[in-house]
């Protein structure tokens, strides 16, 4: 919305609806202005209330309110205050030369703005670009950053999608973060949540049909794809996600649980979506990218529109998290079960899902569908041994690094970055940061947050955690523990942790010599394995990958024959080492160790 001439909202279920403007933000002497209904349930404002940036505005619907705009761009008082206008074109890009990076060749950096920094702003997250560079980071993907009720959140719990939170600072803050990264060579994906809204300040039931109360999913209620009304719900979303796009310069979205979206609709919401985005980055010249984080290991995502699928560009493959979490810890909890042998890291790392038309114990149901091995570009599945999800979602939010050593975290570090995949990088995992990263919220109302912390006890409770160590998520601290220390990184006392960022700064340097794209198949993609010795050999388009699990020597004669230049060994890294010369090729691999070699000749 550049430079609109007016105000307007749908508000279908309204008989009156009135815009209401104020000096400042509470609306305290304000003078209402009834709209005028237009057709499919819009209301729009006369010429005797011209649109301007900066004013503060709500509507009343049939008297009651004011309520703020489900458009909103911006809420300085929170989600329950009046809106503010905002002008995107009054920003000044400086980024007219930026022609964005490919997927096929990303590594990926997932951060949260209120933890990565200690300030917890965007433009703090700017001033830490470089050290994202350093590591081969090319694309920054934000947790979700609009409007929630309260100082702090995970970002779940979002309501007013059109904004950016003001404790981030605000939508300038945003643009200046954009300009920041294309200038660094850096692309920026936006986590974006279309399934479901937080639990306060979601006032779009009272403007219209926006949810489905046929439908649940794990959040409650639905969002309404495919009932009455659903053609505005749609739209809505779409625009959403086309403002990100277009307006704020983001280079793609990485979309939240999107198997909860329930939509029988002729066509799909996603793929109606990924239309919308190839035009634009037919129109703009940049090529815009959807991730879709979906737990139903179904290629349909990624599958080409004219091929019946939603013509996305990847997906999130959990099943190699789980794959490498068992196999380096010995968790078998919940849905780590089927994951519990070398094979099962084997068939991730060579089919990209474990889980591919076979029983899944947890689900007690058959889960998946088949890749085809020679169809499919692995870099359509994007990995990760650590994220918010699969750290956040524990009992206390306990990192890798509190479970393993130096030597099973660079073991974890190679799989990501040196397996077939697209990885992903948690923010801090790069120097093995010991910080925790809890579930933490801020809601002002009391009763919402002691049911919120109630919840969080009785869902761990279930599962055999001692209630008295699960951090309640609205003690500040639980907010305040999960933030990274950056001081880490130059603390003498524990050089352990600029010892692994070199770690990944060497795998990274490797990665990035290494063939991508569409010429290379997961049918590319060779492991061999043994589950009783416990180690595992991968051979990928340009180099090999040696991972000894167990606690013994292995000899590599045996197990990988075909080993040329060596490029990396983790424990000499770790000591600060360099990998062995030319012609010094080891004999052994070390226990609890990964070797990375080039093909033989």
Known sequence: MTNPTAFRVWAPRAATVELVLADGAEPAGYRAHPLTATDGGWWVSGPDVPWAPGLHYGFLLDGDGPYPDPRSRRQPDGVHGLSQTDDPASYAWQDGDWAGLPLDRAEIYELHLGT???????????????????????????????????????????????????????????????????????????????????????????????????????????????????????????????????????????????????????????????????????????????????????????????????????????????????????????????????????????????????????????HGVELDRAATAPWRLVVASQNHDQIGNRAVGDRLTATLDAEALAIAAALTLLGPFTPMLFMGEEWAAPTPWQFFTSHPEPELGEATAKGRISEFAKMGWDPDVVPDPQEPSTFENSKLDWSELTDAAHPEHAAMLEVYRSLAAIRATLPAGDSVRLADVRVDFDDDERWLTLERPGLVLVVNLSDEPRPLARIAPRLGEVLFESRAALRGEPAPAAGATPTEAAPRSVLVTRPAD
């Open 116 to 366: 990565f920094t200690p300030e917890g702003t965007l433009e703090a997250a700017a001033g830490r670009l470089d050290h994202l560079r350093s590591i081969g980071v090319t694309h920054v993907e934000l947790l979700p950053v609009n409007g929630f009720n309260g100082t702090h959140n995970w970002g779940y719990d979002g309501v007013a999608w059109f904004t950016v939170h003001e404790g981030y600072g605000g939508p300038d803050a945003y643009r200046r973060f954009v300009d920041a990264c294309h200038a660094a060579g850096l692309a920026v994906i936006q986590d974006v949540v279309y399934n479901h809204l937080g639990p306060s300040g979601n006032y779009l039931p009272l403007f219209g049909p926006y949810l489905n109360d046929k439908n649940s999913n794990t959040w409650g209620v639905s969002v309404n794809l495919d009932h009455e009304g659903s053609e505005e719900v749609r739209r809505f979303i779409l625009d959403n996600a086309l403002m990100w796009l277009e307006e704020y310069h983001v280079d793609g979205l990485r979309l939240d649980a999107v198997h909860a979206l329930v939509d029988g609709s002729p066509t799909h919401l996603l793929a109606e979506l990924a239309a919308e985005v190839e035009e634009l980055s037919e129109r703009s010249g940049i090529r815009r990218q959807l991730i879709a984080e979906s737990d139903l290991n179904d290629p349909v995502m990624f599958t080409a529109r004219a091929e019946g699928g939603h013509g996305l560009d990847g997906q999130w493959s959990d099943d190699f998290h789980h794959a490498v979490h068992v196999n380096l810890t010995g968790e078998t909890t919940g849905y780590y079960a089927d994951f519990d042998s070398v094979g099962a890291l084997a068939k991730v790392l060579t089919r990209g899902f474990f889980h591919d038309g076979t029983y899944s114990s947890f689900r007690e149901k058959t």
